[in-house]
C-alpha cells in the first residue's frame, strides 16, 4: 500500500473516529430533548444557548468523578468490559460505506474504511463480540443486578441474532454480495430493498432496537428492577464508555438499517449529478437517513413500556424467527422463479 | 351494584386478535400520539427566570404584625398558641411598662414568641384564632437551612419591621380591619 494512500486512509479514519463520537455525544444532548418535545416539556438549556453545551458538561463531570472500583470486583475485567464494549461499538462503523469515491487534489479518495468483502457479516459478528462488553461488565461487578442485567443482555442478544441474521442473508440473496458497497450499488437510485423487503425491513428494525439495548428491549439495564442493570457498579467515565457505546450503536445500526433496506448513499435524482457533487450529496442523503433512524429509535423509546422477559423471548424465539424464516423462503422462491430455475 | 361515576368497565380475559397480536397497529397508534406531542406548546416554568404566581390561599412563612403606628399587634393571648394542632407556637407574655406605648398597643405584650417551622403544618389556624389581627400567614417561602435549631423563629424573624412592612393585602384573610 503506498504512503499516499495510507496517509488517506489514517486521515479518513480520524474524522470518522471523531464524527462518531461527536454524533454519540450529540446523540445523549438530542435523546434528552426529543424526551422533553414528547413529554411536552423543554429539556436541557442551561449550558449554552439551547443547551449545546450540554454533552461537553456531562463529559467533564464524568471525568472528575471518582473512578470506583468495588473491593470484590475482578479488577482487569471491570476495567475491559467498557474497552470492549466501546471498541465494538466503533469497529462496526469501519465497513460501512458512507459515500461515493469522492475526488481530491487528482486521488480518488474511498469513503470507506475498509470494504471488506465480507462486510456485513463483518458488522454481524462484531455485534455479537459488543455483547461481551457487557457480560464481562456485568460478571465482573460482583453483583447480583449486574449479573442479572449481564444475562438478559446475552440471553436477548443471543435470540434476536437469530433473525437478525436471516433478515440478512435475504438481504445478501437479493443484492447477490456480502459487500455493503455492492449492496448499496444495487439500490440505485430509489431501487431500494425496503420495496422489495418491508417485512424484513420490520423485523430486521425490531431486532437492531434489541441488540443496540433500547427501549422497548431495553431489560439489561431495567431501572426499576436492576438498579441499571449491567453497569449499576461503574462509575466515572467507564460508566460513560458504556454510555457512550450504546449511542455509538444506535448510530451504527441506524447507518447500517440505510445501507441495507433504504438504498445507503443512494437518492431519488441522482443520474443528474455526477463527480464531486454527486459524492457529497450522496454523503448527505446517507446522513440524513441515519439521523432519520436516530431519532426513530428515540421516538420509539419514549413512545412504548418495556417489554416484560417472556414477552421478549416469545416475540424473538416465536414470532421473529418463523416468520424471517418464512420471508426467507418466500424471496428464494421468487428468486429462483425469476432466474428461470422451474422452466 | 349500581355504577356511580358511569365510568365502570367489565375486564375481559378474552384471547387477542390476530391484528393486536402483531403488536404494529397499536405501536404505530402510540407513536402517532407521541408524535403529535411534538408540536404542543410546553408548560415549563423556568424557575429562576421566572417564578409562578402564588394563589391568594397560598399559606407560607408567618409574620407578626403591627399597627398603623408601628405597634405590635400580638397581645400574647395565646390564642393561637391553643389552636395550632401541631403545637408549634410558645410564647412568654409581659405587662406593657410606662414609655413602651409606641411600641406595643395592648398593656400586654408578647416578651418571646416563636413557632418551630419544623413543626408548623401551615394549616393556618393561629391566624383564625387571632384576635387581634396579629399573626398571618404570607407567600414567603421558610428559607431552607443545615441546622434544625435554626428553624425555629423568634420575633427577630417574625415580626414586620416598621420600614419594610409585609404586604398581605392580597391575601384571603386580611382582617376585619382591613390591616395593611
Not at chain 1, 469501519?94 to 474504511?113: A, E, H, M, R, T
Not at chain 1, 444495487?186 to 432496537?209: D, R, S, T
Not at chain 1, 435524482?269 to 454527486?278: E, K, P, Q
Request: neutral net charge; proline residues 3%; contains cysteine.
Amino acid at each position: 500500500m503506498a504512503t499516499s494512500e495510507l496517509i488517506e486512509k489514517f486521515v479518513f479514519i480520524f474524522i470518522l473516529f471523531a464524527v462518531t463520537l461527536g454524533i454519540a455525544a450529540y446523540a445523549t444532548y438530542f435523546e434528552r430533548k426529543v424526551a422533553a418535545w414528547f413529554q411536552d416539556r423543554i429539556g436541557p438549556d442551561r449550558a449554552g444557548p439551547f443547551g449545546i453545551l450540554q454533552p461537553l458538561a456531562d463529559g467533564a463531570k464524568l471525568f472528575v468523578k471518582e473512578d470506583f472500583i468495588p473491593e470484590r470486583a475482578e479488577k482487569w475485567l471491570f476495567i475491559l468490559g467498557p474497552g470492549i464494549a466501546m471498541f465494538t461499538a466503533l469497529m462496526t462503523g469501519s465497513v460501512i460505506p458512507w459515500g461515493k469515491d469522492l475526488d481530491l487534489f487528482g486521488q480518488s479518495v474511498q469513503l470507506q474504511v475498509a470494504d471488506v468483502n465480507i462486510g456485513i457479516l463483518f458488522i454481524m459478528g462484531f455485534l455479537s463480540i459488543g455483547v461481551y462488553g457487557i457480560m464481562i461488565g456485568g460478571w465482573a461487578s460482583n453483583n447480583k443486578y449486574s449479573l442479572y442485567g449481564a444475562i438478559r443482555a446475552s440471553s436477548q442478544m443471543i435470540s434476536y441474532e437469530l433473525a437478525m441474521g436471516i433478515c440478512v442473508i435475504t438481504i445478501v440473496m437479493l443484492s447477490g454480495s456480502l459487500s455493503l458497497r455492492n449492496i448499496v450499488e444495487e439500490q440505485h437510485g430509489m431501487n431500494w430493498n425496503i420495496f422489495y423487503q418491508p417485512l424484513g425491513f420490520i423485523i430486521f428494525f425490531v431486532c437492531a432496537l434489541a441488540e443496540t439495548n433500547r427501549a422497548p428491549f431495553d431489560l439489561p439495564e431495567c431501572e426499576s428492577e436492576l438498579i441499571g442493570g449491567y453497569h449499576t457498579e461503574y462509575g466515572s467515565m467507564k460508566m460513560g464508555f458504556y454510555l457512550f457505546a450504546e449511542y455509538v450503536a444506535l448510530f451504527t445500526s441506524s447507518a447500517v438499517i440505510s445501507v441495507l433496506f433504504f438504498g445507503g448513499y443512494n437518492f431519488p435524482g441522482m443520474d443528474y449529478f455526477s463527480g464531486n457533487t454527486l459524492a457529497l450529496l450522496g454523503v448527505l442523503a446517507m446522513f440524513t437517513k441515519t439521523f432519520f433512524f436516530v431519532f426513530v429509535f428515540m421516538w420509539i423509546r419514549w413512545t412504548l413500556p418495556r417489554f416484560r422477559f417472556d414477552q421478549l423471548m416469545h416475540l424473538g424465539w416465536k414470532s421473529l424467527i418463523p416468520i424471517s424464516l418464512f420471508n426467507l423462503l418466500i424471496t428464494a422462491i421468487i428468486i429462483a422463479i425469476k432466474e428461470g430455475w422451474f422452466n | 351494584m349500581e355504577s356511580l361515576s358511569n365510568r365502570k368497565q367489565v375486564v375481559s380475559k378474552k384471547e387477542m386478535t390476530f391484528m393486536e397480536k402483531i403488536y404494529l397497529p397499536a405501536i404505530l397508534g402510540g407513536m402517532w400520539i407521541t408524535f403529535k406531542h411534538l408540536f404542543r406548546k410546553n408548560n415549563t416554568t423556568k424557575y429562576p427566570e421566572e417564578v409562578r404566581e402564588f394563589a391568594p390561599v397560598y399559606r407560607g412563612q408567618h409574620v407578626l404584625k403591627r399597627d398603623e403606628q408601628g405597634r405590635e399587634n400580638c397581645t400574647a393571648c395565646g390564642l393561637c398558641a391553643v389552636a395550632c394542632p401541631a403545637e408549634a407556637i410558645t410564647m412568654v407574655s409581659e405587662e406593657r411598662k410606662k414609655g413602651e406605648e409606641h411600641l406595643y398597643r395592648e398593656e400586654k405584650y408578647a416578651s418571646t414568641y416563636e413557632i418551630n417551622m419544623l413543626r408548623c403544618i401551615f394549616c393556618g389556624l393561629c391566624e383564625e384564632a387571632c384576635p387581634k389581627e396579629a399573626i398571618f400567614l404570607t407567600d414567603r417561602i421558610v428559607p431552607s437551612n443545615f441546622e434544625r435549631g435554626e428553624f425555629v423563629f423568634g420575633k427577630d424573624k417574625l415580626v414586620e419591621s416598621v420600614e419594610e412592612r409585609i404586604d398581605i393585602t392580597k391575601r384571603q384573610h386580611t382582617g376585619k380591619r382591613g390591616t395593611k
